[in-house]
């Protein structure tokens, strides 16, 4: 006789010796029910209780408004305090004669260490502070009125010493009493239509960009009437009063026939903050050491 219950019971396509299945099927496909092995287990709960250990002994758990500290009161923003700490002591003799020494005397051949951590800082410091402005590579954005400071057009001088003074003072800045300080008119409505596109021409014309000939003659005179006080007669400008020159291809805002109207009518106003209230001395002189040597300026 028949056992129909145990016959229900036996799977058909196990072999002998096969351990039992999970009981599930998926398409056909069974799963044998084979426990993992005891070493493998036993990992496995060995990392679970480290893992709650080190939540307990380190920071790990976050907060409103701070993770939780940890029994052993590790901290690496402790740490790396300690390590600027650790190199601000290492550096202090050279930081204190950087913002002492003359800043033309600080040369490689000179001064090579004291050059070097100069150069280096003031590396790390533009990354920070100016590169947001001027550019990575200190090219500056001319769309927005940032300066290239590559090049050898310097307005109030691109010598050492006039850097650490812009640096330190800025531009136009309403925080500073020394900051640099030069304003241009706008002439939108003191100059007709006819005019400002006269002197438009008379600037493509001295800076030998293609012009209406005719146009350029009639605005010598607007210029010299206008803008000659700042920007000389020849438009060779003056760097000492923030005027710059119109007769070469540097162009701060662009110098097509669109941009230089649009400077003429509504001028410009750029401003640069000081950072005497942000940068230490030593960083303000490490900074001005680095742009200078990046082969702009004097």
Known sequence: MTDHKNAYHVDPTLQAGDPE????SWDGIKEFNNPLPRWWLWTFYACIVWGLAYTVAYPAWPLLKEATPGLLGFSTRANVVDDIAEFDAMNAGLRQELETVDLAAITPQATPDLYNYAIQGGAATFRTWCAQCHGSG??????????????????????????????THGIRNETDPDARY???????????????????????AISNQEHDAGLAAAGQEVFLNNCAACHGDQGL????????????????????????????????????????????????RSVALYVHSLGGGE
């Open 21 to 24: 299945t999970t009981g599930h």
């Open 138 to 167: 200190a090219a500056g954005v001319q769309a927005a009125g940032y300066p290239n400071l590559l090049d050898d057009d310097w307005l109030w001088g691109g010598s050492i010493d006039d850097i650490h003074y812009t640096v």
């Open 182 to 204: 030069s304003a241009m008119t706008a002439f939108e409505g003191m100059l007709s239509d006819e005019e400002i596109g006269q002197v438009v021409n008379h600037v493509l």
């Open 237 to 284: 400008g003056d760097r000492f009063m923030g005027a710059p020159n119109l007769t070469d291809a540097i162009w701060l805002y662009g110098g097509s026939a669109e941009k230089i109207e649009e400077t003429v009518r509504y001028a410009r106003f750029g401003v640069m903050p000081n950072w005497n209230e942000r940068l230490s001395e030593a960083e303000i």
